[in-house]
T-cell receptor
Framework: EAQVTQNPRYLITVTGKKLTVTCSQNMNHEYMSWYRQDPGLGLRQIYYSMNVEVTDKGDVPEGYKVSRKEKRNFPLILESPSPNQTSLYFC??????????????FGPGTRLLVL | QQQVKQSPQSLIVQKGGISIINCAYENTAFDYFPWYQQFPGKGPALLIAIRPDVSEKKEGRFTISFNKSAKQFSLHIMDSQPGDSATYFCAASTNQGGKLIFGQGTELSVKP
């Protein structure tokens, strides 16, 4: 089944404890992206990648890192999480490099609580 | 200038009625305008999208109206059904870079 998977789905952590949220797609998509969703703010893009080893900042990249070493994986790294990073996170992918201009397929989301 | 402003924040419509959600933007370089639908506990899914070379696009009960001069676009849901109850997001992007800018979202509730 073609899909975008995220792990974990739920995570409770404490301030400063490094964590990684994994994202994987099995559709051979070139474009991948991370978003956070907060009430009243909609979805905000954190980072995106148009191909392997090509990543760029979205609108809210502070406090996050990403890497794209393989086409299928795009992990989101929080080196030192803070409570303001408590949010619902979505990974998405799209077939071509210009994924921001075509259908994006979203994962199921990861709900993160930073205490 | 990169913002997309969406209204209303929430909307209650009777079954069979028309739901209308509006979005406005400032960046005239935006040239792709998708709408995403999100059910509770799920990720967003593309509903319908439009490019500025047309003023309207219809897919079933869903229609996007686009007004380039006013820098506004809207989603119309005809004959709204309880199954349409979801959160709707408009978005916009340019053909440069890789950013997709979302609106704030509208929570639609269709009452039976």
């Amino acid at each position: 089944e073609a899909q975008v998977t995220q792990n974990p789905r739920y995570l409770i952590t404490v301030t400063g404890k490094k964590l990684t949220v994994t994202c994987s797609q099995n559709m051979n998509h070139e474009y991948m992206s991370w978003y956070r969703q907060d009430p009243g703010l909609g979805l905000r893009q954190i980072y995106y990648s148009m191909n392997v080893e090509v990543t760029d900042k979205g609108d809210v990249p502070e406090g996050y890192k990403v890497s794209r070493k393989e086409k299928r994986n795009f992990p989101l790294i929080l080196e030192s999480p803070s409570p303001n990073q408590t949010s619902l996170y979505f990974c998405a992918s799209s077939l071509r490099a210009q994924g921001h201009q075509e259908t994006q397929y979203f994962g199921p989301g990861t709900r993160l609580l930073v205490l | 200038q990169q913002q997309v402003k969406q209204s209303p924040q929430s909307l209650i419509v009777q079954k069979g009625g028309i739901s209308i959600i509006n979005c406005a933007y400032e960046n005239t370089a935006f040239d792709y305008f998708p709408w995403y639908q999100q059910f509770p506990g799920k990720g967003p899914a593309l509903l319908i999208a439009i490019r500025p070379d047309v003023s309207e696009k219809k897919e079933g009960r869903f229609t996007i109206s686009f007004n380039k001069s006013a820098k506004q676009f809207s989603l119309h849901i005809m004959d709204s059904q309880p199954g349409d109850s979801a959160t709707y997001f408009c978005a916009a992007s340019t053909n440069q870079g890789g950013k997709l800018i979302f609106g704030q979202g509208t929570e639609l509730s269709v009452k039976p």
